[in-house]
């Protein structure tokens, strides 16, 4: 199976960069079928082993991701997320990423276009940098990383924080 953060359009191809991962990997290879299923009526929605599916298990799990990450800074251990998108403007996630900032968390941004969250304010966002990264191609990609204290989650996505 082929996984990528953009789509084959070609016209846009030209102009955005995309990452892309093809794989064999049984259960991630069961899950996409099992979307593939779903998308098309020949299946319900089904519990997926490994990839995540906006709009049933992303948002949840991602707030779920930087819990970890607090409880890891709380217990004194390796505690990171980086995350690369479009755009950060869903209020929940910010809110939990101002959290993360507050346990000690190091959050490191890199959002091409609007950001509704402040960085580097005292008591807050401390912890966060933001940064934005504009060239000459659009930059597609999303990628989500949780230091997991040491045994990191990578997340390649086509989902902004919207």
């Not at 996984?3 to 359009?9: I, Q, S, V």
């Not at 299923?37 to 599916?53: D, F, N, R, V, Y």
């Not at 969250?117 to 934005?132: A, D, F, Q, T, Y």
Request: aromatic share 8%; hydrophobic share 40%; net charge positive.
């Amino acid at each position: 199976v082929h996984l990528g953060t953009g789509n084959y359009h070609a016209m846009n191809a030209r102009i955005y960069t995309d990452y892309g991962l093809m794989t064999t990997d049984k259960d991630l290879c069961e899950d996409v079928h099992r979307i593939f299923q779903e998308l098309t009526g020949m299946g319900k929605m089904a519990k997926l082993k490994k990839l995540l599916h906006a709009p049933f298990t992303l948002h949840a799990q991602l707030i779920n991701f930087i819990d970890e990450e607090i409880a890891n800074a709380k217990a004194g251990r390796k505690a990171q997320i980086i995350v690369k998108v479009n755009a950060l403007t869903e209020v929940q996630l910010i809110n939990k990423l101002y959290e993360a900032s507050q346990a000690g968390v190091q959050v490191d941004l890199i959002i091409r276009s609007i950001c509704c969250l402040r960085p580097g304010l005292p008591n807050l966002s401390e912890n966060i940098r933001v940064r934005s990264i504009v060239g000459r191609f659009l930059e597609h990609t999303r990628v989500y990383y949780f230091s997991n204290n040491g045994d990191a989650r990578i997340y390649c996505s086509s989902a902004d924080w919207m």
